[in-house]
Each structure stands twice: as C-alpha cells, then as structure tokens.
C-alpha cells in the first residue's frame, strides 16, 4: 500500500523568485494593521477594559433589540457609555460598562449597577435570560494589560536571543521579525473586525508564537545544514532548496492542526470563537512567515554561503605552514 504523500519528493517550487513583492504586500499589511489599531482601538473584553460584564439570551426572539437596549441601559444614572454588542447567536448579546472610579473596591456598587440593568432589561423583555456576569476593577484590568504586554515581550525577545545563540544573530533578527509580522497581523484582525480582545487572545498570541518559531526553526535547520553541505550554490537556489525539503512536514503539520481547529470555529461555542479564529489565522500567516519573512530575510541581513565554514585561526595557519615545511 502507498503512501499518500501531498508534497513529492522532487517538489522544486521557487518560492524566493516572489520575495520581493511578497515583502512588500507584508510590510504594507503589518501597517495597515497597525494603524487599525491606533484608529479604531481593540475591542477590549473586562479583562483589559474593567467594569461589569453581562451576557444575556432573549429566549423566543430571533434577534437582540441592541439599538433599544442601548437607549434602556444609557438612560440608567449609574451606567457611563455603555459597550452593547451581539455576542455569538443573534439574539445573545454582551453589555459591558465601567465602573466609576468612586466604585473602585466596592463590590456592592457592582452589584448594585448589574441588578439595575437587569431589572431594566426585564421591564420590556421578561424572557431575558442572564448567562453571565463578570466584574473587574480598573486596577487589576491595567495589570492585566501590562503584563499580557510585557508576556508578549518577553516571549518574542528570548526567542530571538535562543535562536540567535543556536544559529547566527541574522537567523534570530529573522525570526523576531517574522513573530513580529504574526503578531501585528492578528492585532489587525481584532482591530478591524473589532473582536473581543481578552486573557484568551493572548494566550493564543503565545500559541501562535510557538507554531511559527516551531516552524521557522526547522527550516532554518535545514538552511543550516544545506550551507555546510552546498558551500558554492547560490544563497537563493539553497534556501529555495531547504523550504522545499521542510515543505512536506510544513503542509502536514499545518493541515493537521486546521482539520482539528475548523470544527470549532464553525461549530464551537462563541465564548471560544476569538481565541480559535486567531489561532486558525495563526496558523496560515505563521507558515507564510517562515517561507517569505524569516527566509529572504537572510539574505538581506548578509548571510553567504560560508557562514558556516569554521574560519581557522592564525595558530592553525602556522600550523599548516610548519607541516608543508616538514
């Protein structure tokens, strides 16, 4: 019985013939995912934003009345610009408002504010049903925020100086730039889409981070050894060579992962569809990186062909002369 093999073996495709346009189109998204994050913000969940939180079902309608429930939570004198959006089905929605700084350590005004808007929600909608409330105070959301931040960080920075000790520092400022470009691209999608940004995003921020250093260290392996191996090919036709080679074990990890990531993002629960959505976008942009970000890199920070060669020091070239004499 064969095999099923996706990727043959004497698969040659020039992936680096494109890199230059392909660079281009990824510093242009890298910005535009940028500036949709300094324009149009993130949608930041309780986690990041503090405050109240509830999720409420209208059970027998099919759709949330947002607009109205807007006006009804707005006219509240406890509640300040309050956040109504549709959350999962179309008649579930989430309402997230902030606490006053005066609330700030006080559970009872939280408790207070949540059963207002509740009763207000019941007066036209008796059916509503609460599925949940969560409550963070402003402090801890800001510490929240920080230290997702500095996680980020720190995890993109100590994979950059691993690979830069276990490679060369060309290979680490390739690989911090291709995590660098995974992560603006899945900050831009949150931004345009306006998803919920919580603890759960980061988490699969750092999930991310991993699958593409995952798979930007295996091709950088193979680029390793093809140098010491074809020391007078050229640079482009030797990485071309190593992504081809790393090119079967790619397509099968990736589409492993997608086959057991599509059900959920389809079928999951909405609670998980942001953490799912950007992990499944993870995976395409972070196998994209590794062939037209962390690869071409290389050759624009300067990496030759001898690389390498171990370069013999003056007393093994004394040494050589001593022996040819002798």
């Known amino acids: 019985m064969r095999l099923l093999k996706l990727v043959p073996d004497d698969t040659n495709i020039k992936f680096l013939k494109l890199r230059a346009p392909f660079f281009i189109i990824s510093l242009l998204l890298m910005v535009a995912s940028w500036a949709a994050v300094f324009t149009q913000g993130l949608n930041y969940g309780v986690d990041f934003a503090g405050g109240q939180e509830i999720r409420a079902t209208f059970v027998g309608e099919a759709e949330a009345p947002v607009a109205e429930l807007r006006q009804t939570v707005t006219a509240l004198e406890v ?22 700084a005066e609330a700030e350590g006080q559970p009872e005004f939280a408790a207070m504010m949540t059963a207002q808007i509740t009763a207000a929600m019941r007066d036209g909608h008796p059916d509503v049903r609460i599925d949940g409330v969560d409550s963070v105070s402003g402090k801890v959301s800001g510490e929240f925020r920080n230290d997702a931040l500095l996680a980020l960080i720190a995890a993109m920075l100590a994979v950059a100086i691993y690979i830069w000790i276990r490679f060369e ?25 306006q ?13 991310i981070i991993g699958y593409s250093l995952n798979d930007t260290i295996v091709v950088y392996d193979r680029i390793r050894e093809n140098l010491k191996k074809f020391r007078k090919m050229d640079l482009t036709d030797l990485l071309d060579l190593s992504v081809n080679e790393t090119l079967a074990r790619t397509v099968m990890t990736s589409l492993t992962l997608f086959v057991a990531l599509l059900p ?13 959505a950007a992990i499944t976008l993870g995976l395409f942009i972070g196998t994209y990186s590794s062939v037209y970000m962390a690869a071409p890199i290389l050759i624009w920070l300067g990496v030759t062909s001898d690389s390498f060669v171990p370069q013999e020091s003056a007393a093994d070239l004394q040494e050589k002369k001593a022996r040819g004499l002798s």
């Open 195 to 207: 998803l919920e940004f919580s603890l759960q995003i980061i988490a699969a921020i750092l999930a």
């Open 264 to 276: 959920l993002l389809l079928f999951g629960p909405a609670s998980l569809f942001g953490l799912v």
């Open 169 to 193: 520092w060309q290979f680490g400022a390739g690989a911090l730039f291709a995590l660098f470009h995974d992560v603006s691209l899945t900050l831009g999608m949150f931004a345009v889409f």
């Open 79 to 100: 509640v300040e610009d309050p956040v109504i959006q549709r959350f999962g089905e179309p008649n579930q929605v989430s309402i997230r408002v902030k606490l006053p």
